[in-house]
């Protein structure tokens, strides 16, 4: 089992950034596959972006292509995520979460670990 905490939200005009973190709890991070989703208002939680269990592989929805970067170290039990460029669309509470599955990586229902979320409000 692993609890997660999410911080780094906050409030920032567009074309700045931000860096999300996910700090989690127990000696099993490494074991689980992470992501990042996110959810604004009046709409369904949607994915962002996953990180293998070694921090190999990552992949991203299209619409956040070369502006977020996903990142882990294992040894501080740590998920990252750098947005770079924001825009008012990226507006929406984030999520990370631990999945122990090796398939559809994009899935939240394959997801069994949720933080509370953090907020971002990107304003025009």
């Known amino acids: 089992q692993v609890q997660l905490v999410e911080s780094g939200g906050g409030l920032v005009q567009a074309g700045e950034s931000l860096r999300l973190s996910c700090a989690a709890s127990?000696?099993?991070?490494?074991?689980?596959?992470m992501g990042w989703f996110r959810q604004a208002p009046g709409k369904e939680r949607e994915f962002v972006a996953s990180?293998?269990?070694?921090?190999?592989?990552?992949y991203y929805t299209d619409s956040v292509k070369g502006r977020l970067t996903i990142s882990r170290d294992n040894a501080k039990n740590t998920l990252y995520l750098q947005l770079n460029s924001l825009k008012p669309e990226d507006t929406a509470v984030y999520y990370c979460?631990?999945?122990?599955?090796?398939?559809?990586?994009?899935?939240?229902?394959?997801?069994?670990?949720w933080g509370q979320g953090t907020q971002v409000t990107v304003s025009s």
């Open positions: 979460a631990a999945s122990a599955s090796n398939s559809a990586y994009f899935d939240p229902q394959l997801y069994s670990y």
């Open positions: 127990g000696r099993t991070f490494s074991t689980y596959r």
């Open positions: 990180i293998s269990r070694r921090g190999l592989n990552t």
